[in-house]
């Protein structure tokens, strides 16, 4: 096996990730067009979409890491939008973008359009998640945006299976495709349900932080390839577990949760950095099939498909906001009268990505009595088109759409005051609970090491009410940037002299980690401290 591409696949597209956060693109967006450029440079080894390698190996842990970083409370509060848009639009998306492309595009069988529609349908977890990040969208269309991208893939996998079923002759009936959505759902979230709690049992009870962390490391594709054994939903069973693991991870070990987090960022960022940029070096692979379809035809089919996607998604999102509110009259006293500027934000953040070229890379090159399957190379072209023209159209427009609209973002100083309250509330058990220890004669502490807890406490207290001061008029930096500075080159003074020790023999190198490592954990403490 050459490993060579995929090295330069890893490095190139991390790389041009990292160059993505000095430019006022996102960098979902730059991969795709570097990938899109780099696929006709000579040398460069091709690249195709294997949907056995993408769906088991690439999606659970990007989905996992997306659930984890989501608050269940949050999703709940927003469960009927995130409802409508992650089964209500993907069902109405496979229908409309089916029934549409089945009356643009001659000789194309309307169980081959529908495998097209379903294939579109779902908005993609990454892209959502990584432009949401960048743009500072209000906090609730984040919340449904990512809800909505966590779980629609269950429901566009769900439904493609239904169509192709349909398309290649295996006599599917609306009884079975309901029947075979409803073993999906039910059993992705059992499956969910059942793994979670053990996996979290086995996480909090687990001594050591390195076997924690590769429990981490393997929970989204248990939870996947267990889900997938019984041809439930391994997508929804990588959400259940990750969001109760998520809502629970202050119950592991400190250590566990520092490593944690460090572990899976660079997993995450690595995987989508990669899987944007494969989506790019697609082109060469597409168009290669095309045949009687390349020119103007093609292309009219994919800019017809493309405006189908993105009206589709405005046709169902305007009545899904609008609608329970004129039926139910406690929703109307519950929640806030919606404006028509949230919902045209949703309706434009609907970017296609990697699940749906994996989806549709899956779909076989023949039919069950051996003749070729239906136009597969046009849906293939399709696909990509839609996939390149969202991330790209919508991606890049995005963010001057929410500057125009003004809509309100988060509210950086009342965020300030309630951390600094719970901060307080916080340290106030936290100092009680001290009292008590130290009346304890077993817990007896010199003076000055009693005193230094209470600082500790009076410090951290201190450091959210002090965010919100001034600057200092000399360097400009708050009084927690400057703490930060002081705490980061007296800890680098220390540093330099533990160095110069090793090297004159005074310690050993084993020695050098263990204070070097002492210091890093305290650099971290007051960073984040301050942060």
């Known amino acids: 096996m050459d490993v060579m591409p995929l090295l330069l696949l890893v490095a190139g597209s991390a790389a041009i990730a990292a160059a993505a956060r000095r430019t006022p693109v996102p960098a979902p967006l730059l991969l795709v067009a570097a990938g899109l450029v780099i696929s006709y440079v000579p040398g460069v080894p091709e690249y195709t979409l294997d949907p056995h390698v993408v769906l088991p190996l690439l999606l659970p842990p990007l989905l996992y890491t997306s659930a984890s970083d989501s608050s269940y409370l949050d999703l709940r509060a927003q469960l009927r939008p995130v409802a409508l848009l992650s089964v209500g639009y993907v069902l109405f998306a496979t229908f409309v973008v089916g029934w549409a492309a089945y009356l643009i595009v001659p000789e194309l069988p309307l169980t081959a359009a529908l495998v097209l529609g379903a294939v579109v349908a779902p908005p993609d977890a990454v892209a959502a998640t990584a432009v949401a990040r960048r743009v500072g969208l209000p906090s609730r269309i984040t919340t449904i945006l990512?809800?909505?991208?966590?779980?629609?893939?269950?429901?566009?996998?769900?439904?493609?299976?239904?169509?192709?079923?349909?398309?290649?002759?295996?006599?599917?009936?609306?009884?079975?495709?309901?029947?075979?959505?409803?073993?999906?759902?039910?059993?992705?979230?059992?499956?969910?349900?059942?793994?979670?709690?053990?996996?979290?049992?086995?996480?909090?009870?687990l001594k050591e932080a390195l076997l924690q962390n590769t429990l981490s490391l393997l929970i989204p594709f248990v939870a996947y390839a267990t889900a997938e054994q019984v041809h439930a939903s391994g997508v929804l069973a990588v959400v259940v577990v990750a969001l109760y693991l998520g809502h629970r991870a202050w119950e592991v070990d400190f250590a566990t949760r520092l490593?944690?987090?460090?572990?899976?960022?660079?997993?995450?960022?690595?995987?989508?950095?990669?899987?944007?940029?494969?989506?790019?070096?697609?082109?060469?692979?597409?168009?290669?099939?095309?045949?009687?379809?390349?020119?103007?035809?093609?292309?009219?089919?994919?800019?017809?498909?493309?405006?189908?996607?993105?009206?589709?998604?405005?046709?169902?999102?305007?009545?899904?906001?609008?609608?329970?509110?004129?039926?139910?009259?406690?929703?109307?006293e519950r929640e806030d009268h919606p404006t028509w500027k949230a919902p045209f934000v949703i309706g434009w953040a609907g970017m296609r990505g990697v699940v749906s070229l994996a989806i549709a890379f899956s779909i076989p090159l023949t039919m069950h009595h051996g003749e070729p399957f239906p136009e597969r190379n046009l849906i293939l072209f399709l696909t990509f088109t839609t996939v390149i023209g969202t991330l790209v159209l919508q991606g890049l427009t995005l963010p001057p759409l929410i500057r125009f609209l003004k809509l309100p973002g988060r509210d950086a100083q009342a965020e300030t005051l309630a951390e600094a309250n719970a901060q307080a509330q916080a340290s106030r058990a936290a100092e009680r609970r001290l009292d008590e220890l130290l009346a304890d004669e077993r817990n007896a502490l010199p003076p000055p090491l009693a005193d230094r807890l209470r600082q500790v406490l009076e410090r951290r207290r201190n450091s959210v009410w002090e965010r919100l001061g001034q600057a200092n008029p000399v360097t400009g930096e708050s009084v927690d940037d400057t703490y930060r500075r002081l705490s980061r080159e007296m800890i680098s003074a220390e540093r330099a002299v533990f160095v110069k020790l090793r090297d004159g023999r005074y310690i050993d190198d084993e020695m050098l980690r263990t204070l070097l490592r002492r210091l890093d954990l305290e650099e971290a403490a007051a960073y984040r401290e301050a942060a």
Not at 171 to 191: C, D, N, S
Not at 259 to 284: H, N
Request: charged share 15%; aromatic share 12%; hydrophobic share 60%.
């Open 146 to 205: 990512q809800g909505e991208s966590l779980v629609n893939d269950a429901t566009a996998i769900t439904a493609y299976r239904v169509a192709l079923a349909a398309a290649v002759g295996e006599g599917a009936t609306w009884a079975g495709g309901i029947g075979e959505f409803l073993l999906a759902a039910v059993g992705g979230v059992g499956i969910g349900l059942l793994l979670m709690v053990p996996l979290h049992w086995l996480r909090t009870h």
């Open 259 to 332: 490593q944690e987090e460090a572990v899976w960022k660079m997993v995450a960022f690595v995987l989508e950095s990669a899987v944007f940029a494969l989506i790019g070096l697609q082109l060469p692979v597409v168009l290669r099939g095309l045949g009687e379809y390349e020119g103007l035809s093609a292309a009219w089919y994919a800019v017809a498909v493309f405006l189908v996607v993105v009206a589709s998604r405005f046709v169902w999102v305007y009545p899904a906001t609008f609608l329970p509110r004129l039926l139910s009259a406690r929703i109307r």
